[in-house]
Each structure stands twice: as C-alpha cells, then as structure tokens.
C-alpha cells in the first residue's frame, strides 16, 4: 500500500466522528457501498466464505479471501480484509499473507483469535502473530479480534476480554475488536483498558453509532449484517413474485449495476461508449 493510503485510513480512527466500516462480499457488493460514499470498507469473513459455499472460520477460504482481497484494491477506497485466524498458527505464514496483501494495496487486516474447532488461542500464540505480523508489514492497519463475547460454548468474561485486549495492543496491534460485546459499561471498560482504538460490531436494536461514539468507540463494523441482509431481500423479493406481489421500484438497474464494475460511459442501450 501507498504510505498516503495507510496515514489516510490510521486517520480515520483518531480524527473525527468513529469510522463506520461496512462489510463487503465481493467486487459489486464493495463498488456499490464506494458510490455511495464509503471511503473506508472491509471484507466480510462470513460473507466470502458463504459465497464460496464453504462454512466461516474454518480456514479455508485463503484463495478466496486474497482472490477478493485483490478485486476490491481496484476500487478507489480503503481496503481492509479479514482474514479469519490467518489461515495458519505459524507466524511467519500469517506474516507473509499480511504482506501479499499489503503488497496488493490492502490497509488492514483483521486477525481474530478463535480457532476452528479448537476455541480461542492462547494469548502468548496471538501476541507471536501480531508480531510477526506488525514486524513484516509495520504500516499495515492490525485490528486484533478477541472473540471472549462471541464464541458459541465460550461464556463472555470480561475479565478475559480486557487482558486479551490488553496483551495484544501491547504487542503491537493498531486496534482492538470485541464482536457481541453490546453492555456500554463493558464497551466503556475496553476503551479505557488499551491506548489503541476499539472496534465494536454493530448491534441493530444494541446501540446506535452515536451512543458508541459517546463510550469512546473509534470503529463501528456491519460484519455479515449486509450480506445477510442481501440474502433476506433477494429472498423475499422471490417469493413475492412468487405470491403475485411486486418488487420495488427503485431498485438499481442492470445499466446501475453493470457499471459498478466498468464506470465508462454508456449508450441507451447500456453498452460502453467503447463499444458502439
């Protein structure tokens, strides 16, 4: 990545208002939040990897994640991609996938500690990622997940959660990330637990944007919540055709859609001016 694109998304996590950060799935999916304004955008693990038809946090979406990761580096905004656990427990593979993305544009990575199958990683095998990480690619945006609050079978404990948060700024990560944590006085907690920016998913029905801006909150992510949303609207737009309903209107069109991926300009009849 440029040193201008990576002070550009660091700056977005001290300066202003928290960066809402939506969650793309592919190449359309990220243009479309692009125009409409997003400067930064993230990948969604869930959503790569149920495109692909594979389950989420199992490490087996690499190809697919890098595969993404490199359409979306094409688009002008910030790229940040998930990459699960890293795809890997050696730090010197985790390192190298940080600095292929890097090399491709990337400004982050998010690097969570659950593992597949196994729950959550050992804090001291973490912080040996994180550096490695931090020391390969040290201008790449590292927002450490600690999944204390989301693991299924795994109790939330915020005592955990702040020593994990903790361990992981101190050996190096940018920023700290505690998905299904929605109790503001536990938000509170992690903020004042670490010098290093927090990122909470976005809980509909939880908080709004401005009450985690007010517990100190510097990053709001959307995680699968798009992706899922998709699926439920194209869904149901299906059975109501089904049913005999309609669909609305204001949907974009197939010109809309076909230049999300080649913005030149068109004819009438939606082909490139190129192509007339």
Known sequence: MSAQAAAAFRTLHHDGPPLLLPNAWDAAS???????????????????????????AAGR?????????RRLVRL??????????????RPDDVAALAAELDAMGAV??????????????????????????????????LNARTDTHWLAGHPPSLPDTLRRVERYAAAGADGVFVPGLTDPAGIAAVVAAVDVPVNVLYAPGHHTVDD??????????????LFRAAIHAAVS???RIRDGGTVAGDLPSYTDVQRLADPRPRGPEGRSARQQ
Request: hydrophobic share 50%; aromatic share 2%; glycine share 10%.
């Open 237 to 239: 737009a299906a059975e």
């Open 108 to 141: 982050g990575v998010n690097l969570e500690d659950a593992r597949p199958g196994a729950g959550l990683a050992p804090p001291d095998q973490q912080c040996d990622l994180i550096r490695a990480v931090k020391q390969r690619v040290p201008q790449l945006f």
């Open 212 to 225: 985690l801006a007010a517990l100190g909150v510097r990053r709001v992510s959307t995680g699968s919540l």
């Open 30 to 56: 990220a243009a479309a939040l692009a125009q409409a304004g997003f400067t930064a955008i993230g990948t969604t693990s869930l959503g790569v990897a149920a495109a692909a038809g594979v389950p989420d």
């Open 61 to 69: 979406t690499r190809a697919e994640t890098l595969a993404v990761a």
């Open 76 to 89: 002008p905004v910030l790229v940040t991609v998930d990459v699960e656990a890293g795809f890997s427990d």
